[in-house]
């Protein structure tokens, strides 16, 4: 979504997301199948009055303000994401006139929906409007990623800042995360209409930018290695077979051999998902959700104890054909393929099960796949 030069509206909205299948597939070329979700992160912008930036939520306590140079540092707070947003737009000669920044919204946090792409990619949009400048989707995509990179520090891959930008409604986005090349998928339309996408939130809560993400993301990036100097044509594990990698297996730890071992497979699981889709098979489809649950508990070592027990509990449940966590894992919520006229009771169920077992209540969300980041109109900007 291209941001405008019309100074009037100042309003910017981007949604939250759910992967549907492909976890931790997106930082070394492979494939993912994410949707925008209709929870969103909101961001006024207004020109200064003291000739500062400044950054406040309406959820968070805490304001951070200054000029570029003092904004270098960061804080560890909710702000180092449209702060690094904003030192990303300054290194390509973007600096948007100072400004006052105000973020709300109802993404939940910590529940691996990403909140954090949402505050990025809707204060991208909203400092290019600001600037009078523009950029294509997967340039707003690309910056962002940057920036919770370099600047907040989290190993992140492209696909939530991608999806959260360029989703479409009624859609999955099929996305090659080595070339930002994708097909939009229908989910929950035509034969898959009388589907819901629900997530269960374990109310663990998680963040990418603690070291079990990046001591995964290591034995990826590892392992990977290992392949592509056995077989010099390989550009990354998006390309890699299970066989290419059982013959380089002595020459890796067995921690990056698992790590390795899930993403390519999962690389698969992708693929056939979208067939699935495209054929109206829901059965097929949760089955390859339960498959990959399976290999991120087993392989990738990202789940727990309360997201394994969602799962379990949701496969239970009549109507329900597919379980699995969704997101960067060690918390946060699993994703659901319910049968429509099943969700009311699945949830009530879902919601018994975990109060009695940890005697927290889950947070459930109903998924509708919606458009990714805007800029509204004036008219909303009231």
Not at 115 to 138: F, K, N, P, Q
Not at 246 to 253: A, G, I, L, P, Y
Not at 285 to 304: K, P, T, V
Not at 314 to 321: T, V
Request: with cysteine; hydrophobic share 40%.
């Amino acid at each position: 979504m291209t941001a405008s030069t019309d100074q009037q509206t100042t309003l910017f909205r981007a949604p939250a997301r759910v992967n549907l299948l492909g976890e931790h597939t997106d930082y070394s070329g492979g494939w993912v199948l994410p949707i925008a979700i209709s929870y969103y992160t909101q961001v006024r912008i207004s020109p200064s009055v003291d000739g500062r930036y400044s950054f406040r939520s309406l959820q968070f306590e805490g304001v951070a303000e200054g000029d570029l140079h003092t904004l270098k540092t960061r804080h560890h707070t909710w702000s180092d994401y449209p702060v690094g947003v904003l030192q990303e737009l300054a290194k390509l000669g973007i600096a948007p006139p100072p400004f006052a920044m105000e973020v709300s919204g109802n993404v939940p946090l910590g529940a691996g929906l990403s909140s954090s792409a949402s505050i990025e990619v809707a204060s991208c949009m909203a400092m290019l409007r600001l600037s009078g400048s523009s950029m294509t989707d997967a340039e707003i995509a690309l910056l962002c990623q940057r920036a919770e990179n370099l600047f907040v520090e989290s190993p992140c891959g492209i696909m939530d800042q991608f999806v959260v930008t360029a989703g479409t409604e009624g859609h999955a986005l099929l996305l090659q995360t080595r070339d930002l090349t994708y097909e939009l998928v229908p989910v929950t339309t035509g034969a898959l209409a009388g589907l819901s996408i629900v997530a269960c939130n374990s109310m663990v809560k998680h963040s990418v930018a603690t070291g079990d993400y990046g001591s995964r993301r290591k034995g990826v990036e590892a392992g990977q290695q290992v392949l592509r100097e056995t077989f010099p044509g390989l550009r990354d594990l998006g390309d890699a077979t299970v066989q290419q990698l059982e013959q380089c297996r002595d020459n890796m730890s067995h921690e990056a051999y698992k790590r390795c071992f899930h993403v390519i497979t999962e690389n698969a699981r992708v693929l056939s998902a979208r067939e699935a889709l495209m054929a109206g098979d829901a059965k097929r489809f949760g089955e390859l959700m339960l498959a990959s649950h399976i290999s991120q508990r087993d392989e990738f070592e990202d789940s727990c104890e309360e997201i394994d027990f969602l799962v379990d509990t949701a496969m239970a449940q009549p109507g329900c054909l597919g379980a699995r966590l969704t997101g960067g894992g060690f918390g946060g919520c699993t994703v659901n393929l319910v049968k429509k006229d099943e969700v009311p009771a699945f949830s009530r169920a879902i919601i018994r099960a975990y109060q009695a077992r940890y005697g927290i209540d889950p947070e459930i969300y109903l998924c509708d796949a919606v458009d990714g980041a805007v800029e509204l109109a004036a008219k909303e900007n009231a």
